[in-house]
T-cell receptor, first 115, second 113 residues
Framework: NAGVTQTPKFQVLKTGQSMTLQCAQD?????MSWYRQDPGMGLRLIHY???????DQGEVPNGYNVSRSTTEDFPLRLLSAAPSQTSVYFC??????????????FGEGSRLTVL | KNQVEQSPQSLIILEGKNCTLQ??????????LRWYKQDTGRGPVSLTI?????NTKSNGRYTATLDADTKQSSLHITASQLSDSASYIC????????????FGAGTQVVVTP
């Protein structure tokens, strides 16, 4: 059981380049989400989805796009990378189930540096 | 302002000793509170989840408490081991806002031999 798989683990971009962080889960979870983790701060929600075809913005959505065409995959697109997007990105998924108490499973993270 | 504040920011403890981490939150209306362990370079892993009606929950040597009246939670680590060295993150979600979790900045715990 792979759980939540993120690729790539490391990426270096130049300002203005675009890229996609991939996230896949094999647990048939309805909920998937993307967070960024910066030093000294809690994880901040970028975008999330409660099912295929349904996405919504989180706390820090600017500069990022998402789509959810299948239950398994939830890619995060950086349209025009900026140094402020240098961060560690985590994908997480969960059953929605009994309201609010589904366990959140995280991927191993993708470390992005924008020069 | 962050709605979830954790203290201390970091602590160092000797192997075999106990320690307690604190989490204060202002998230309202409260739905549930979670504690996660994050090893360096890894994703967070769930330790406990508590709803309004639960005031204690254990997971091995980890015991979490919740006082929903004072909006405080603690995570107690008993007989610490070197493998407990990690960041411990408190996460709170509000009723009606499922999917929008509020994360604390974490407490970095270092266990020394």
């Amino acid at each position: 059981n792979a759980g939540v798989t993120q690729t790539p683990k490391f990426q270096v971009l130049k300002t203005g380049q675009s890229m996609t962080l991939q996230c896949a889960q094999d647990m048939n979870h309805e909920y998937m989400s993307w967070y960024r983790q910066d030093p000294g701060m809690g994880l901040r929600l970028i975008h999330y989805s409660v099912g295929a075809g349904i996405t919504d913005q989180g706390e820090v959505p600017n500069g990022y796009n998402v789509s959810r065409s299948t239950t398994e995959d939830f890619p995060l697109r950086l349209l025009s990378a900026a140094p402020s997007q240098t961060s560690v990105y985590f994908c997480a998924s969960s059953y929605i189930g009994r309201p609010g108490t589904g366990e959140l499973f995280f991927g191993e993270g993708s470390r992005l540096t924008v020069l | 302002k962050n709605q979830v504040e954790q203290s201390p920011q970091s602590l160092i403890i000797l192997e075999g000793k106990n320690c307690t981490l604190q989490c204060n939150y202002t998230v309202s209306p409260f739905s549930n509170l979670r504690w996660y362990k994050q090893d360096t370079g890894r994703g967070p892993v769930s330790l406990t989840i508590m709803t309004f009606s639960e005031n204690t929950k254990s997971n091995g040597r980890y015991t979490a408490t919740l006082d929903a009246d004072t909006k405080q939670s603690s995570l107690h680590i008993t007989a610490s081991q070197l493998s407990d060295s990690a960041s411990y993150i408190c996460v709170v979600s509000a009723e009606g806002s499922w999917g929008k979790f509020q994360f604390g900045a974490g407490t970095q715990v270092v266990v020394t031999p």
